[in-house]
């Protein structure tokens, strides 16, 4: 079974600053990884997806996430952060289809002028 | 191009009443998903179907009935409402792993 954790509930930054949200993940097999942002009330939109391959992905809105194997976590990073980022990301793991797809606590992203 | 579209959009139950919540994609996903989302908890799923005619249960199924007689939609049923399945519910449908395109959800209120 796979799980997904969250650690910061709650990461305000101010305008133009770096910011990091933590992603860890245990499974017991090969896994999918995603980070999708949600929008206040709106469904969740895909940020960016790992499936195979180079281990730094670069997603939509300057996001990027590397990649972890040995310390299983998939860390999302911006280097500029906006106020029109401010919303929640909530981090994904799948191992295939249906059932295996198990979405974090998600983390609630506030930027300040 | 609509994606996945959910209705109601919001919903006031009393305790006992039935409903029932309308998914609908255009993008001819096999495979589709309800999820309910409560503060903290994440996501989670309540039924999925990989394909017309078909159901599973996910993570929290009880309380809640599905059904997928056409490949477009997936209908989620509450048959005696509870407080405890006051949530905002999300429908998400997908080609392959882990794309899963979501509606905008569904804001349901149990009194």
């Known amino acids: 079974a796979q799980s997904v954790t969250q650690l910061d509930s709650q990461v305000p930054v101010f305008e133009e600053a770096p910011v990091e949200l933590r992603c860890n993940y245990s499974s017991s097999v090969s896994v999918y990884l995603f980070w999708y942002v949600q929008y206040p009330n709106q469904g969740l939109q895909l940020l960016l997806k790992y499936l195979s391959g180079s281990t730094l992905v670069k997603g939509i809105n300057g996001f990027e996430a590397e990649f972890n194997k040995s310390q299983t976590s998939f860390h999302l990073r911006k280097p500029s952060v906006h106020i029109s980022d401010t919303a929640e990301y909530v981090c994904?793991?799948?191992?295939?289809?249906?059932?295996?797809?198990?979405f974090g606590p998600g983390t609630r992203l506030s930027v300040l002028p | 191009n609509a994606g996945v579209t959910q209705t109601p959009k919001f919903r006031v139950l009393k305790t006992g009443q039935s409903m029932t919540l309308l998914c609908a994609q255009d993008m001819n996903h096999e495979y589709m998903y309800w999820y309910r989302q409560d503060p903290g908890m994440g996501l989670r799923l309540i039924h999925y179907s990989v394909g017309e005619g078909t159901t599973a249960k996910g993570e929290v199924p009880d309380g809640y009935n599905v059904s997928r007689l056409k490949k477009q939609n997936f209908l989620l049923g509450l048959e005696s409402a509870a407080p405890s399945q006051t949530s905002v519910y999300f429908c998400a449908s997908s080609y392959s792993a882990g794309l899963q395109h979501f509606g905008d959800g569904t804001r349901l209120s149990i009194l």
């Open positions: 994904a793991v799948s191992g295939g289809y249906g059932q295996n797809f198990v």
